[in-house]
């Protein structure tokens, strides 16, 4: 297995939206807390399993779903501090699609 130098450890992700996560990684790097502490969804909570490919060292593809039927996708780069986010959830007009970039802090 690789080395998941994410495990173990909690990030401040600051999307370019204005919504900032704390995301916390199980130390096996297999599940992911997060907690949205700022934004419109503030104070959502959740715990998701992940799916998880080292591309080169110290970066990462991650992708999870939400028990909202939200899909989540993560290129987290760890040697820059930046991640580009993909995400897709349902609305009354059917599914849509977003692009997003962030910046990750240890915290």
Do not use: C, Q
């Not at 609305?91 to 692009?99: K, Q």
Request: charged share 15%; aromatic share 10%; net charge negative.
């Amino acid at each position: 297995m690789s080395n998941l130098t994410y495990a173990g450890k909690t990030f401040r992700f600051t999307v370019d939206n204005g919504v900032v996560f704390h995301n916390t990684y199980a130390a096996d790097g297999t599940t992911l807390h997060y907690e949205t502490v700022a934004g419109p969804t503030k104070g959502a909570v959740e715990d998701v399993d992940l799916h998880a490919a080292e591309v080169v060292p110290g970066v990462f593809v991650l992708g999870w779903l939400e028990k909202s039927g939200m899909t989540i996708t993560h290129a987290m780069n760890l040697n820059t501090g930046t991640v580009h986010a993909f995400w897709t959830y349902e609305t009354p007009d059917g599914r849509v699609a977003e692009l997003h970039t962030g910046t990750l802090e240890e915290i």
